[in-house]
């Protein structure tokens, strides 16, 4: 799993986030990325690995799709607080 961090920015608060890929290639074409969000940093045993999207032909696509994912739930996760 090729794992990456990005910093998220909604109004005025920084979230850092975990996303991991998997690619599945059949017969060594290209092959589609699974995007999970992880739970916590990869480090920590505990941490756990949740699908969020799948399908995406592109890693920098599936990267994007992921940030605006996670976008999305914090914002929600905000906007439900309030």
């Known amino acids: ?3 990456v961090k990005r910093t998220i920015y909604l109004e005025n608060q920084s979230i850092d986030v975990w996303f991991g890929l998997v690619s599945k290639t059949k017969n060594g074409k290209n092959g589609k990325y ?3 969000l992880l739970t916590d940093d990869p480090r920590n045993p505990f941490n756990h690995a949740e699908p969020i999207l799948s399908g995406i032909t592109s890693k920098d696509t599936a990267i994007k799709k992921g940030i605006e994912y996670a976008k999305n739930l ?3 996760i905000l906007n439900n607080q309030q």
């Open 34 to 36: 699974t995007v999970y």
């Open 1 to 3: 799993m090729y794992k």
């Open 74 to 76: 914090f914002r929600n």
